[in-house]
């Protein structure tokens, strides 16, 4: 199985209303992706999700470590990860480009993957 798939979250086979899901994060996530200082991690992922027929509302909250090289030695650093926030995806024909608060998906793909999302997040 492709590690982006481990956080893909198939809306369409939920019903609207509210639903959690957990996710763990570790080198393989990074491993998926090149250019990432991170040598490595883990961790997991929450995910308060309310559906509606018009959008999804993550509630995203992230804990964890990840072990980069400190920027003054060298080092292998170990940095706590702790991130809580929300993501809205709306399903919409014309997608636009994600904004730092909404996500637009076209509702025929019937998943999202938060994969890149959350990698984002640990990076920040």
């Not at 590690?3 to 570790?26: A, C, M, Q």
């Not at 072990?67 to 929300?86: H, K, N, Q, S, Y």
């Not at 998943?111 to 920040?124: K, P």
Request: proline letters at 2%; glycine letters at 6%.
């Amino acid at each position: 199985m492709d590690v982006v798939e481990l956080y893909t979250i198939p809306y369409k086979s939920l019903e609207n209303g509210e639903h959690t899901l957990e996710f763990r994060f570790d080198d393989s996530l990074f491993a998926a992706y090149e250019n990432t200082d991170i040598r490595h991690a883990q961790g997991r992922v929450g995910v308060a999700l309310l559906r509606s027929a018009s959008m999804l509302e993550l509630k995203v909250s992230i804990r964890g470590s990840v072990v980069v090289a400190c920027d003054r030695c060298l080092e292998d650093c170990r940095l706590p990860v702790a991130f809580d926030g929300t993501l809205l995806v709306r399903f919409s024909d014309e997608v636009a480009d994600y904004d730092g608060e909404v996500m637009w998906i076209s509702p025929a793909e019937g998943e999202v993957s938060l994969a890149q999302y959350i990698l984002s997040l640990i990076h920040i």
